[in-house]
């Protein structure tokens, strides 16, 4: 299990193990074009390809993106369609290429009223890239961060019902085993584009102590330099999780 940032200090480097991304601002893309959101989607997914490639290049072993949240549901019934059909089709055309690549591909998120066709290629992407390692790619879809702490709440009561008894004895690690990442280290660096600047209920429980990044490029412009720049940002971050500078120093 990843160490937790709130119990012990973690070792860190100038570059990130874990980015964490919100992919914003796809629909004012293309509404600044004069196109449907939904081309903002499209073009997205081409960015997604393109933060792949750059997060192996630079040696990034976990890239956790944000896809669709549990309040994205309330969406236009077209625009949640149209997203559910890309996943399909981008599972469908990439999972070859991420297999070769060294790409683990995981979906977090509660997959239950995704259609089967969906679930079932989740699975089989999944099983398909099992073996690797060089990049843990996470998709979180329908994914919700309260959601998280919920499920891993009642997943850590079934598997250990005396505690309901004794919640003196719930700690960190008794939770956080059953969130839905527990393979990952928390994210180094969180960067959310399009100008917003919150944390939409994304991984609320993980991003403790994670540097947080804001840029006002929009998803489908969000490129290669855009991530070393977001890289290079995180580099000249001090990482006290709590401690002095001085100490910080004194640990090097
Ligand atoms: C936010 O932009 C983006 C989304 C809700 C969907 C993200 C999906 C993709 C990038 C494409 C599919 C991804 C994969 C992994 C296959 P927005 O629509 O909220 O933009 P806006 O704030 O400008 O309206």
Redesign the pocket.
């Known amino acids: 299990m990843a160490t937790s940032s709130t119990l012990a200090v973690p070792q860190t480097s100038g570059v990130p193990r874990h980015i964490a991304i919100i992919?914003?601002?796809?629909?004012?893309?293309a509404?600044r074009r004069h196109l449907p959101?939904t081309a903002?989607?499209i073009k997205?997914?081409q960015?997604?390809r393109r933060t792949v490639e750059a997060c192996g290049r630079l040696g990034v072993r976990y890239l956790t993106?944000f896809?669709?949240?549990s309040e994205?549901w309330r969406r236009p019934a077209d625009e949640v369609s149209l997203?559910m059909r890309?996943?399909v089709k981008?599972l469908e055309r990439e999972v070859v290429k991420l297999e070769k690549q060294g790409v683990r591909l995981r979906v977090v998120g509660d997959l239950s009223p995704f259609e089967p066709r969906l679930q079932e290629l989740i699975h089989q992407a999944e099983a398909r890239t099992e073996h690797n390692d060089q990049l843990n790619l996470s998709?979180a879809a329908n994914y919700g961060g309260r959601w998280d702490v919920l499920q891993a709440m009642r997943g850590m009561l079934r598997a250990n019902p005396g505690l309901a008894e004794h919640p003196e004895h719930i700690d960190e690690d008794a939770l956080s085993a059953h969130l839905s990442m527990p393979w990952a280290p928390e994210p180094d660096l969180f960067i959310r584009t399009?100008g917003?600047q919150r944390v939409s209920n994304f991984l609320i429980w993980q991003l403790a102590y994670t540097e947080l990044y804001f840029t006002d490029t929009?998803?489908p412009d969000f490129d290669r330099a855009c991530l070393e720049e977001a890289v290079a940002w995180y580099g000249g971050r001090e990482r006290r999780f709590g401690r002095t500078s001085a100490q910080v120093l004194a640990a090097r």
């Open positions: 992919m914003d601002g796809n629909g004012r893309w509404t959101r903002g989607h997205g997914v960015a997604v993106l896809a669709f949240s994205n997203l890309l996943f981008s998709i399009g917003e929009y998803w």
